[in-house]
């Protein structure tokens, strides 16, 4: 219970990239056009495979929803980041701050399972395909993809319900460009032994866990690509699988060195570049590489694209005869 003796904040004053005023402008364009392609790519692909019944397969129903969640999860935090960038107040409301760190830590756990799921899936189609058709049927690949949705929207609601509990009695300047957990637990005025406790253990249920099963399914997809007799589908199924690794290791790594490692002994400004990381960039990387390494999908996006323009020119035909 607060104390009626301590002054509470009222709004946040957000930091940003404060040592770096004379590459505002720069920032600002580099963050625009990285928020632009992965809002498009995204929805590129969730139109490519709402729209292609080819691609209405398990791989491709998580993909879509990884691209749902993408688009929220960069867009928690990149248009503040981009507003900030271009304002010299640079304020957030306190409700507003805790929603944004509501939907920073639902969107980011949901990604922590469907990532989980979707390694899953990749080790039953290489390691199982005979039984891949019943393991992964659409129902069951349904309910993976609810059970993804239901826990990170469960996942989100702790941390923000105990920061919300804490006194803040001023300052009130966090050295983030958004309402991060430790920034924030940082300028409590009261004790957050607790609140540290429950997140550092909600974070190695989410993020630790999710890593180990991904790396598990990869460990066994690597062991299956291994005994493959051909060295060119070796090369061609294991570049494939490098490069979803890569960055989920980048987008685990990042997120554990954060939430799990200690981070206080590093500078603010180094925890805003990691934070760039899981933040800005594996939104982008993570449907461009599991797409764009399909040879389904751009097979896929080319018909559509065709198909589109041939629908355009017969309009184009058809206003051309009415007048």
Not at 250 to 269: F, R
Request: positive net charge; proline residues 5%; aromatic residues 14%.
């Amino acid at each position: 219970m607060k104390s009626p003796n301590v002054s509470t904040v009222t709004e946040f004053q957000l930091l940003g990239f404060q040592n770096l005023l004379e590459w505002q402008t720069l920032l600002f364009a580099i963050f625009l056009f990285i928020y632009f392609l992965t809002v498009t790519g995204n929805i590129v692909i969730i139109a490519v495979v709402s729209q292609e019944k080819r691609l209405h397969s398990p791989m491709n129903t998580f993909l879509k929803h990884l691209s749902f969640l993408e688009i929220g999860y960069t867009s928690t935090t990149v248009p503040l980041l981009l507003a900030n960038l271009l304002s010299q107040r640079r304020a957030i409301s306190f409700p507003a701050c805790i929603a944004q760190l509501y939907f920073f830590v639902f969107f980011g756990a949901t990604e922590c399972f469907l990532l989980a799921m979707m390694a899953y899936d990749r080790y039953l189609a290489i390691c199982s395909p005979l039984h891949y058709c019943f393991l992964m049927s659409p129902e069951i690949c349904t309910k993976l993809v609810a059970i993804s949705w239901l826990t990170g929207l469960g996942t989100g609601f702790l941390p923000s319900l105990m920061i919300s509990k804490l006194d803040f009695c001023g300052p009130n300047q966090i050295n983030h460009f958004f309402c991060d957990l430790p920034p924030l637990m940082q300028l409590s005025c009261s004790s957050v032994y607790i609140t540290e406790m429950v997140i550092f253990i909600l974070s190695v249920a989410v993020l630790c866990i999710c890593f180990f099963l991904t790396l598990v399914s990869y460990a066994f997809i690597v062991s299956s690509i291994l005994r493959i007799p051909s060295a060119s589908g070796r090369m061609k199924t294991f570049s494939t699988c490098a490069s979803h690794l890569a960055v989920v290791t980048i987008y685990y790594g990042t997120m554990i060195s954060m939430y799990v490692c200690p981070s206080a002994h590093l500078s603010p400004e180094i925890n805003k570049i990691i934070s760039v990381f899981y933040t800005v960039v594996t939104p982008l990387l993570n449907p461009v590489i599991y797409s764009l390494r399909n040879k389904d999908f751009k097979e896929a996006v080319r018909k559509v694209m065709r198909r589109n323009r041939g629908i355009c020119g017969v309009r184009r035909k058809g206003s051309f005869f009415v007048r």
